[in-house]
Structure formats: structure tokens, C-alpha cells
């Protein structure tokens, strides 16, 4: 079975870091590109980051380029995102997906249980 | 990154059927089969409920169903239960970019 166990939230100050990690197992990690997607108090689904199945290719969003980092350990099957120089709007559940695919498309399947990233003074 | 667009809300009784429209562009919606659905119950992950425009994975009841014209996709949900009352997305891509729906909150009367 396919599991993806997000870790790594909780409240921090505007302007700090956070590194979230997502632990993988039940499917060969290193041949998947991998996602971080965030639901902020109500809103909706809006895409963080995403990277590729060896780590040498990752895009973000606009609203974070420059303040987060995706990355991976193929070795220890986790994904990261660091978080610096967080804002209020950062505030989020934070869900870590599998990227599954074919010729044509691609999509998030399965997703983690997520973890709440709270940031406030 | 502009979100896809979606209807905030959609409603209908047990048993009917209710459709979900999800509008983009010829970059994303419009191209291939770039077009999944997620359903999000509240406390929980989302869960994917069509991929490929059209498909289901396993687990997935035939009640669920997906298509596309031109740049808008489409969520058709027959026989409407109870428990599919959630917050619905679709989602697309382009090369270098993931693009979510805002969301529709279906309710079941």
C-alpha cells in the first residue's frame, strides 16, 4: 500500500523557516516525481511545488519561488520543502502527493494526511 | 497561474445527478487529457476521483464520471449519495506549471 506520511509543521513567527518532510513507502520512490500542494483556512487546492523523479528538475509556484525549497532523498525515499522568509498567507495545510502519470498527462495520486503550517506572531 | 474556474457551489437531491464544469485554456484544460478531479471531505486528503479527462481508478465508484470540450472539462456525478457531499477540484497542468480549480462545494439536499 502506497503511504505518504507528512512531519514538520507547526506555529512559527513571519519571516521564519520550516523544513516539512514527507516519508514514502509502498512504491519505488526514485521513479516518481513527487509534490508539495497547500489548502490555506478557507481556500482552496493551490499547487506549492513539484519535483522530478531525481531531484534535478523542480518548479514552484510564484507565490513562493524564492522563499521555498523542494527537494529529495531518493536514498532515505523522503521529500523536503524548505520554508524560509514566511508570511501569514504561507498558513496552510501542506499535503506532500505522488506524481503518477502516463504519455499524456499527469496527476496527484495518492496524497498524505498533511500537516498544518501555522505562521503568526 | 490563474486557477481553473469552477461554480463555487452546486447542489442536488439523493439520486440525482449534478455536473461540475472546470474552464481553462487551450495551454492546459484544452490540451491532451490534462484534466484530473480531486474530492476533499473535511478533515481529510484529497483523493483523486478521475484522471485523463475521463478515467477512474479502482476503488472509484462508476457513479463518478469526466469529460471534456474544447477548453472546459466536466464532473458528472449520478445517483448522488450522502457521502459525496465534499469540496470538488480539477486540476491541469501546463510544461512548467499545476493549476487547481477554486473548488466546488457540492451538497446534498
Known amino acids: 500500500e502506497v503511504q505518504l506520511l507528512e512531519s514538520g509543521g507547526g506555529l512559527v513567527q513571519p519571516e521564519g523557516s520550516l523544513r516539512l518532510s514527507c516519508a514514502a513507502s509502498?512504491?519505488?520512490?526514485?521513479?516518481?516525481?513527487m509534490g508539495w500542494v497547500r489548502r490555506a483556512p478557507g481556500k482552496g487546492l493551490e499547487w506549492v511545488s513539484i519535483?522530478?523523479?531525481?531531484?534535478?528538475?523542480?518548479y514552484y509556484a510564484d507565490s513562493v519561488k524564492g522563499r521555498f525549497t523542494i527537494s529529495r532523498d531518493n536514498s532515505k525515499n523522503t521529500l523536503y520543502l524548505q520554508m524560509n522568509s514566511l508570511r501569514g498567507e504561507d498558513t496552510a495545510v501542506y499535503y506532500c502527493?505522488?506524481?503518477?502519470?502516463?504519455?499524456?498527462?499527469?496527476?496527484?495520486?495518492?496524497w498524505g494526511q498533511g500537516t498544518l503550517v501555522t505562521v503568526s506572531s | 497561474q490563474f486557477a481553473l474556474t469552477q461554480p463555487p457551489t452546486v447542489s442536488g437531491s439523493p439520486g440525482q445527478s449534478v455536473t461540475i464544469s472546470c474552464t481553462g485554456t487551450?495551454?492546459?484544460?484544452?490540451?491532451?487529457?490534462?484534466v484530473s478531479w480531486y474530492q476533499q471531505s473535511p478533515g481529510t486528503a484529497p483523493r483523486l476521483m478521475i484522471y485523463?479527462?475521463?478515467n477512474r481508478p479502482s476503488g472509484v465508484p462508476d457513479r463518478f464520471s469526466g469529460s471534456k470540450s474544447g477548453n472546459t472539462a466536466s464532473l458528472t456525478i449520478s445517483g448522488l449519495q450522502a457521502e459525496d457531499e465534499a469540496d470538488y477540484y480539477c486540476?491541469?497542468?501546463?510544461?512548467?506549471?499545476?493549476?487547481f480549480g477554486g473548488g466546488t462545494k457540492l451538497t446534498v439536499l
Open positions: 487551450s495551454s492546459d484544460v484544452g490540451t491532451y487529457k490534462r
Open positions: 485523463e479527462v475521463s
Open positions: 519535483i522530478t523523479d531525481s531531484g534535478s528538475t523542480t
Open positions: 486540476s491541469s497542468h501546463t510544461s512548467f506549471s499545476i493549476i
Open positions: 509502498g512504491f519505488t520512490f526514485s521513479s516518481y516525481a
Open positions: 502527493a505522488k506524481r503518477d502519470y502516463s504519455s499524456s498527462s499527469r496527476w496527484f495520486d495518492p
